[in-house]
Structure formats: structure tokens, C-alpha cells
């Protein structure tokens, strides 16, 4: 299906399928039980689980095919995000022609900076890749100001020019962001008994980009292209040697990863039409090293999990609270019910940071293939248990 | 003139700072082989063992004095510091005033003690990893030491002041007047620069580190444990990060995430200097210190604006693209 393999199309399949369904799978809980907290099926946190994705997924094309690590991804993004604001308040509301610029500027952006980085390898890599994204920041901090507002950051303002578009609304607000009229913000709620799903226009917008950004990068996995970057990755020497020169493909393969990361920063100023220097800082581009890595560096699927585990994470953990921990220990008596609120309290809340760091520690140190690695042993050792049952059954049956 | 040597001084300040905790990064790097993103952390967690001093001194008993009342007309409640009533009213208050130099002293053991058990415990296991996974477990370790201190202290940065006899502005020359502080830190650089060259360079421990430095098979060859000398050396390291944190307190309040921001411009100063090159690391720091401090001049931003922001990076990629091993490092190292 095409032009995929069984698998690979089954692994389409299920991601479509999870994205779609999402506003149900993720609204587990009826609204109005305790446990509706951890429900996170509202638009805002499902739009940043797959613009993130789209980021992820970008990132490892250039880490898990290449195993160049770049310390300086959210420059692009921000770029990304700059641009599409620009747009808005140049051209019109209309989404798309932002997402397409903001694609361009940050492929551009990412070749200058990829064609200097990449003559370097290993750890200098890394370090001329922070060095540049820190620049941008500080310069998107300081001299840009013009360009980038900033530090109040990019926003859209009543007497922007939008050419093609109104500077005002006819009741004198500032126009939302549309495709084609269809507004980003309109959601529509579904109440069936106590649950209340709610599906969001830019939410699908979103998923569908990730889905394409999905299929793309599994083509690129599959392709003699990426087979190239994986040879770089397992032997660069030896790939000179055979008389291939590897900067073209590791450029290409960084400039790809770019521009994803320009759609992600794309999508994430239309979905909300602001750009600020932060998203530039390095502690940003830390955060998608962690997704890539959390979910599994060099697989498919591993980035679109590791951005949604780290960034459920981030808006549920953060929400648990003594309060909450008080109820859920409450079957215990009340010394030991302070005692475990005491324990998890610096975990949870404003410490889930803390959380997120050990959980990666522990999987850098433990399971280097991430999430996806444990889902696989998971399922060899099950599968292994099973043959060994049947291999002993006999020997366990009572002698007659 | 005065403003000329005015942004000597600056420079030479910053660039004590970058210096030492460069020097850890080259030291641990050059000994072990590994690139310790969690060094900014040590810097932190140096500077908060002096704001756990200052709070430790700080520890007091209250008594009520019933001859003077507080503004509400209750009995006044006096506070008096455990060491004031042990010492003496004076020789307590110097030592409180005195906490951040004191701290010196405290955190050289609980530095040392924190390289040793990060070295034993977690990096130990990554030596025959690729440098990306170095990278990865230490860049974790980092947010889980930040996060750790966070929680004990909070998120906001809290005062470390100098000792009263340090905290003025000293008159250099005419015209030219700069804090005493950071005067003192300068020299305290110097020292502690000094001193870990002096170990390396006329002890027999650093002479086999050195050695082990250069070629670690045949030291161990000769049947010399050079792990242990090594393990050893990340507790220098880590001591030497953590005196930096110490003294800089009363420069920058602590804050949990001081670490992270200089960590960063460490790492660049490591590069431009060299990898695995300690002179280089050193002559790096002070080197980038004063451009940045010259480049902040308003004379220079008016020709290029933005050039203060930026000018560390930009000599770093320059020279990461000409000179791939850096200033001052050796050939074959890492290029």
C-alpha cells in the first residue's frame, strides 16, 4: 500500500488510526469523576503531542539514521515560527502559504548552518550545532528585535497590513487563523453521557500533517537514501573508502530534519499566533534529544511516542498535587499517608522535571533503543515463555 | 584608558570563571574520556554548599527579652546564632560574616566525595559507550541535580553576600574604580589554577596522570592502577567546578540554574582551547572572557549591535573550522 511494505503499512495504519481516535482515546475518564484530571484529550495539549511528533520525527532522521547529534534543533523551529507570524501579519490568517514559508526559511536556515556544522563530526558537531542555535536566540533576544519583537515575542496586531486578508475583524478583533476559512480554534463537542469529547479543527489539521510527515519519513527509512545515512552512521570511514562522499547525503539528511522542524514551529504559531526567542534556547532543543531518545533513536515510531509520553507528562504529572496525593492515599493510616505524600511529593507537581530526568537516565543507561526497545523485549521474553511452555509441557506432564 | 582597562578587569573576571570550570571539563575529559555535561551542575551545587554554610551558621536559638517589646507590643523575640553564643558575640558575627570564604574549606571534601560517587557510580559504566550516549546520561544527570536543588531550595536565588571587609569598590587608578569581590576572585582563580598545575606538574600522582593522559596502556602496563588515580581526578575536577560556584555566589545570587547557563560557554571554551589540553582550556577562558568583555563596549556595539551576544560562539565556530583542534591541542586528539 503505497508503496510501503505489510508492516510498514500496518504501522501507518495504527498511527492514523490512534491519531484520529484520539479525542476518545485520550478522554478516558467521565468529566466530572476525580479522575478526569489526567484526561488529556483537550485541544491545546493533543496539538502540541503531534507538533511535537512532527519535531521528533524530524530530528531523528538526523540522529537515528545519521547518529549526529545536534544540540540545536529548536533554532529551527523557531525560525519556523517567526516566519509563519510573519505571514499572518503580512499575507493573511490563511495557514497554509505561513507553513509553506516557514518550511522554506527553515530549510534555507538549516542548510547554512548544516553546510558549516557538518564539516565536523561527534561531540563538535554537537557543540558548533549549540553554538549557532544559541547565537540565534541571543540575536533573536537583542539586535533582531524588529524582526522578532524580543522578548514580548512575535504576535499578530490589529493594524497589521494582511494584504490578502482583513487587519480587523468587522466587530474589530483580531482575525483567527483559518485554512480556507475554517477556523483553527472551532472545536466541536461531543457530550455522550457523562464524557465529553472534543474534536478540534486545528487538532486534525495538525494530525494530518503528521501523518504525511509519518509517511514521508518512513519512505525516507526504507529508501536507498536512508540506507546511505545508516551506513554513515555505522561506518564513515569505510564508506569513504568505497569512494562515496558522505557530506551531501548528511547535509540532505540535516536539511530534511530542519524542515520538519520548521513545520512543527509552523504549525505551532498557526495553532496560536505567537513566536518568542525561548522556543530557540537550548534547554528546547534538549527536549526533543530527550523525546528521540525516550521513545527509541533510529525507529520509526519511537519519536511520535517519546514527544507524547514526555509532553503528557508534562501538563498531567505537573498537575498532581499534595491534595490529589492526599486522596489517593487515603486508604492508608494518616502517618503513613504523610509519609508517602512526603516521599512523591518532590516527584510530581513542579518536580516532575526531576521525574522526567531519572526516567532518562535510566533509559540511556538501561535501554539505549527506548520505549520501542522495551516494547520489543517485552514481547520476546512473553514469546519466549510461550515456546519454553510448550517445550516443557511434556517433560511436566505426571509420568503414567 | 580607563575604560580600557575597566574592560580588562571584566574580562579577566568572567574569564576566571569560564576558566576554572573549563579546566574541570578538560580535566575530566582529558583523564577519563568523557564529555560531562552535568559540570555546569557542580558549578550549582558548589555554589549552594555555601548557602548550606551560610544557613548552617545561621541556625539559632531564640530567647524573649522582656525589657523591649516589637512593634506589636509583644515581648521581643532575639534570635542569636548558635555560633555567636559558642564563640562570642564577635568572633560569631565574623565567622557568619565570613560564611562564603569559609565555604571554600566545606566544599572542597563534599565536591571531591560528589565527583568520586558520580565517577563510581554512573560514569563508570559509560567509558566503552559512543560520546553521544556520554552526553545523554550526563545531560540527565544535570536536570536531575538541578531538580534535586530546586526542591531543597527553591526556585528563586538566594543571597550569598561577601564578607563585609571584601564587599566594597576598591579605587585602582584614577577614575578607575571596580568591587573588591571580584578582584578577589580573580587572584582565588589564579591560586586554584596554580595549584592544580603545580599538582599535576611536581607531584608523582600527577606526573602518572599526566602520563596515563598521554598514553593510558602503557601506564598500565607498567602495572600502575591508573583507574583509581583517574577516579581520583574527577573528585579534583569536581572540587575545582564547585570552588568556582562557591566564590561566585556573592558575584550572581545562586540560582538552580546557574549551571546550565554556563555550561555552554564552557563548553565552547573547552573547544576553542583544545580538547584534553589544560593550558589550553585556561588561556581559552581568560582569552574569551576579556573579547566578550570588549565586545560589550559601547563603542564596538555601536558598529556591530549584538556583537556582545554573540561574539564567544562566533569565535568558536571560526576556530572550530580552521583550527579543528583548537588553540592549544594536541594533534590527534579528538580532531
Redesign the interface.
Known sequence: MLGLGKKDASLLLVVVALTMLAPFILNPFPSDSGMAQFNAGYPDLMQRFVIFGIFAIGFNILFGLT?Y?SFGHAAFLGVGSYSAVWMFKLLSMNILPAIILSVIIAGLFSLLIGW?SL??T???F???T???A??SF??A????TPLTNGETGLQVTLDDPRILGVSATADGSIPVTNLFGLEMRSAYDMIVGPWTFTFSVGYYVCAIVMIAAFYLSIRIFRSPFGMMLRAIKSNQTRMNYTGLNPKPYTLAAFVISGMYAGLAGGLMASMDPLAGAERMQ??AS?EV?LMT?LGGVGTLIGPILGAGMIKYFENIFSKINDGVLHTWFSFLPDGIENFMVAVIH?FVGK?W??T???I??LV??FL?GGLVEGGQRIAKALRKKDKDDDGKSPSTEPAE | MDVFLTQILNGLDKGSAYALIALGLTLIFGTLGVVNFAHGALFMIGAFCSVFLQRLLNLSYETVDPTKTDFLGNPAVIKTPYVESWFGPEMGAAIIDWSVPLAVLFAIPIMIAIGFIMERGLIKHFYKREHADQILVTFGLAIVLQEVIKAVYGANPIQTPAPDALSGVAVLAEGVVYPVWRIVYFFFSVVVIGAVFAFLQFTTFGMVVRAGMADRETVGLLGIDIDKRFTLMFGLAAAVAGLAGVMYGPINAPNYHMGMDFLVLSFVVVVVGGMGSLPGAVAAGFLLGILESFASMTAVTDIIPGINQIIIYLVAIIILLVRPRGLMGRKGVME
Open positions: 547518529g547529534l558549516v564539516r565536523r561527534g561531540i563538535y554537537s557543540i558548533l549549540l553554538a549557532f544559541q547565537m541571543a540575536l533576544y537583542s539586535v533582531l537550548w534547554t534538549g534529544v531518545i518532590p518536580g522535571h526531576l522526567l530526568g531519572l532518562f537516565m540511556v543507561t539505549p
